[in-house]
């Protein structure tokens, strides 16, 4: 297809190993009406299963990222990009009809708008990824239950910090140079930011939602809040303005728990604390319906992202440089970076 032909909307999926969804990824994306027409490009991180394979049959561009992370597949798929407009998705997640639709309109209607979010409907299949589900819908949870729960009726777009996935004019994403490649996790808060900075604005769209898969387990939930905090704890490093007070709470949790163990006059105090903070958490979890699992759930996200950033802290500390956080193999992902994203409205 030549450039004069090139589609509006170019459609972009990290992806590795994920022979077990992208199909379903591909057959959701590939259903959307567009006007203007859509492309879309799989940046595979040299997947050692069929996903490669998949995404051709299944009509995707794919092209390489050697790198296997999600921001250098993202910058990959974006330098491939034709269209006017990026919209970002992942392999783990399904787009309900007019998605994209949905996602060009606000583009097209916000003034000023460089960037439109939405909210993710959690498909859970067992007990830990339905308690993890209740976990992110809680505002107890990251504080952005907008993004992971059903809006209200009538509930209009407002300006937010960030939002899973996005869409956003391709121009703008190349004006700021794409995702820092640092960023393992929380790339796209971190690229939100910078849109923002240039005096751009970020819509939530309440029309704009899609299906999520979560992590299934209490570890793989974990390994997942441990690797949000390190790179949360990279951001603030990078960008101190983008911390916002009530991401010290789960820091400040961690801490308390820390006192609350030792022989010092402020012990009984913060033993006090996290009583206290046990009894919000129950309370917390009877009012969203949810069971033990979800308050276990909840507590592991907030001391795990908290020991995270203090981790990633320490690190950066003590190597007085940020090109990156040792250890972070790991973190190799083609999920969403759905970590803990507040409000600033809803910042993360």
């Known amino acids: 297809m030549s450039d004069e032909m090139a589609p509006r909307v170019s459609v972009i999926v990290p992806a590795r190993n994920e022979a077990a969804h992208i199909e379903d990824c591909l057959r959701s994306i590939f259903a959307q009406r567009v006007e203007g027409g859509m492309e879309v490009i799989v940046a595979d991180g040299i997947s050692s299963d069929e996903t490669e394979k998949l995404a051709r049959s299944a009509g995707a561009t794919v ?12 910058n990959a798929a974006l330098a491939a990009a034709r269209g006017e407009i990026v919209v970002r998705f992942d392999a783990h997640g399904r787009m309900p009809p007019g998605y994209v639709e949905a996602s060009v309109r606000a583009l097209d209607e916000e003034i000023g708008a460089v960037g439109i979010g939405g909210w993710v409907q959690v498909d859970a299949s067992g007990p830990w990824g339905r308690a993890i589900g209740a976990a992110l819908a ?9 993004s992971w729960s059903r809006p209200r009726a009538g509930q209009s777009r407002v300006d937010v910090d960030t939002f899973p996935l996005g869409c956003w004019p391709t121009e703008s994403l190349r004006a700021v ?16 930011f910078r849109l923002r900075r240039a005096g751009g604005r970020l819509v939530f769209d309440p029309g704009v ?8 387990s209490l ?17 603030v490093a990078t960008a101190p303005r983008s911390l916002r007070p009530r991401q010290i709470a789960p820091v400040a949790l961690l801490a308390t728990a820390t006192t609350a163990v ?8 913060a033993r006090g604390a996290l009583a206290g903070y046990g009894v919000v958490l129950a309370g917390v979890t009877v009012a969203s319906r949810g069971g033990w699992r979800t308050m276990v759930a909840l507590g592991t996200m907030h001391g795990v992202w908290g020991a995270g950033v203090l981790v990633g802290l320490a690190q950066i500390g003590a190597q007085r440089l940020l090109p990156g956080i040792p250890g972070n193999e790991e973190a190799k992902t083609t999920e969403a970076d759905t970590g803990p994203a507040v409000k600033p409205r809803d910042i993360a």
Do not use: C, M
Request: net charge positive; glycine share 12%; proline share 7%.
């Open 262 to 269: 030792l022989p010092v006059g402020p012990a009984r105090a």
């Open 177 to 192: 140079g794409g995702w820092d490649e640092r960023f393992l996790r929380n790339q796209d808060f971190e690229l939100n």
């Open 219 to 235: 570890r793989g939930i974990a390994r997942q809040y441990w690797d949000y905090g390190r790179f949360k704890a990279l951001t």
């Open 63 to 74: 092209v390489q990222n050697p790198k296997g992370t999600t921001p250098a597949g993202l």
């Open 138 to 146: 809680s505002r107890f949870g990251i504080g952005n239950a907008r």
């Open 209 to 216: 939602w899609s299906h999520y898969r979560p992590r299934e």
